[in-house]
């Protein structure tokens, strides 16, 4: 799916961020930025504010300060369908599918605003870079392993040709074989023009296909910077993971 992303450049930004959740922050003063093509990592511990983040950029947490730019638009206010609209897929932690609905019928459903013919080409590249999902197309989503399940939720979000991914926990729950076709398909994407945001547990494999990483510990952004930084100055994880 390599035309998926567009074709120009796009930058999708935070600023400012601050958001509360049962009256407490849980981001402040967050920032950070994401390119085409590009795969930025959001590292950090359990309770580190990452899926406030996600959600906030989705539309679904409203934020008490900041904005989300995409292409120097303000998402902030608008609801999650638009943002999608807009350009912004989300693939939440815990391999949310459609359960009832077939395979197929969960692209179909999440591609429902295209012409059919369009539809139709998009259900197919999907198929493409998921082949194992083809066999089982009218498979009930919900009966599937949870490594296809992740699928389904990736090619969910692919069928709306989103110009910036955000990925809350890939490997979660998943076997280390599985783990690393999903970070192989990640990476393919990238390379299609998508910007993504990955939120991982496992930071080494995290490292291995990020641009760019932030660090993200309670609720702020500790450090900014390279994998190559980050493994050069392992203290940084160290603190983060550790100061909890």
């Given at each position: 799916m390599a035309e998926a992303a567009a074709v120009t450049s796009k930058t999708l930004m935070v600023e400012g961020l601050t958001v509360r959740r049962g009256g407490r922050p849980v981001l402040r003063d967050v920032s950070l930025a994401l390119r085409s093509g590009s795969i930025t990592a959001l590292l950090g511990p359990n309770g580190a504010g990452k899926s406030s983040l996600v959600q906030t950029m989705a539309?679904?947490?409203?934020?008490?300060?900041?904005?989300?730019?995409l292409n120097g638009a303000n998402l902030v206010?608008?609801?999650?369908e638009a943002i999608r609209?807009?350009?912004?897929?989300?693939?939440?932690?815990?391999?949310?599918?459609?359960?009832?609905?077939?395979v197929e019928e969960n692209?179909?459903?999440?591609?429902?605003?295209?012409p059919v013919a369009v539809l139709e080409q998009h259900v197919?590249?999907?198929?493409?870079?998921?082949?194992?999902?083809?066999?089982?197309?009218?498979?009930?989503?919900?009966?599937?392993s949870g490594g296809q399940q992740q699928m389904v939720a990736l090619g969910h979000a692919l069928m709306c040709r989103?110009?910036?991914?955000?990925?809350?926990?890939?490997?979660?729950?998943?076997?280390?074989?599985?783990?690393?076709?999903?970070?192989?398909v990640i990476q393919e994407i990238a390379r299609g023009g998508v910007g993504i945001l990955l939120i991982e547990q496992f930071t080494h494999l995290a490292l291995k296909v990020a641009d760019a990483v932030y660090v993200l510990d309670r609720?702020?952004?500790?450090?900014?910077?390279?994998?190559?930084?980050?493994?050069?100055?392992?203290?940084?994880?160290h603190e983060a993971y550790l100061a909890q």
């Open positions: 539309g679904v947490l409203q934020p008490e300060a900041g904005r989300v730019l206010g608008r609801r999650p609209a807009a350009g912004i897929a989300t693939v939440l932690e815990g391999h949310q599918v459609l359960s009832d609905l077939s692209f179909r459903a999440a591609g429902s605003q295209w197919a590249e999907v198929f493409t870079i998921f082949h194992e999902l083809k066999p089982k197309a009218r498979q009930k989503a919900g009966t599937l989103p110009a910036f991914m955000l990925v809350d926990e890939l490997s979660l729950g998943l076997a280390p074989l599985v783990v690393q076709r999903l970070m192989g609720g702020a952004i500790r450090f900014q910077g390279t994998p190559a930084e980050v493994q050069a100055n392992p203290q940084v994880l």
